[in-house]
């Protein structure tokens, strides 16, 4: 059986391959566009638009398809879209509770199999300084919510209730959990 992650993400793809897991990576090309308002809602739409998007032109394949958001103040956070960008959700951010929600897909067109939900952990943002939000502005592009918990030179989250690999953009206990699942189906 192929897999197939529908992610260039890094962390996706090294999340993965800690699990012993053997795929191939075909990002989806489908717009990251939903219409829906709660968080939750959101990432499984997205997930779901991604795995679907690659799934179609890999019938015979399990494809693998996520999204990943922060939720803060009444905003849905993505990933920021510049540098201005990046100093306004980290203002927004810092030393506030923030819920991060990713949304996962698994699907097999040709077995008529799928299967989606999400998984949410709370975080908590250390008060940072003028400067220090500056020097983190930009660091981080690629990552909703303008952060990484991963990179150790990133001190901006200072608890975390709930998955970590969540935090990081792919909750693995919560993967696997699913995975489980479709296997049975």
Known sequence: MQFVLASKSPRR??????????FDIIPSQTPENSTKKRPAARVKELAVQKAFDVARKYPGAVVIGADTLVYCKGEIIGKPKDRADALRILKKLNGSWQSVYTGVCIIHLNGQKMLFGHEVSKCKARKLSEAELEHLAGKHM???GAYAVQDKDDQF????????????GFPVEFFQKLF?????L
Not at 157 to 168: A, L, P, W
Not at 180 to 184: P, R, S
Request: no cysteine.
């Open 142 to 144: 690629d990552k909703a």
């Open 13 to 22: 793809i090294a999340l993965l391959k800690e699990l012993g897991m053997k």
């Open 180 to 184: 489980k699942e479709f296997v049975a």
């Open 157 to 168: 989250i200072e608890k975390i209730v709930g998955s970590r690999t969540n935090v990081v």
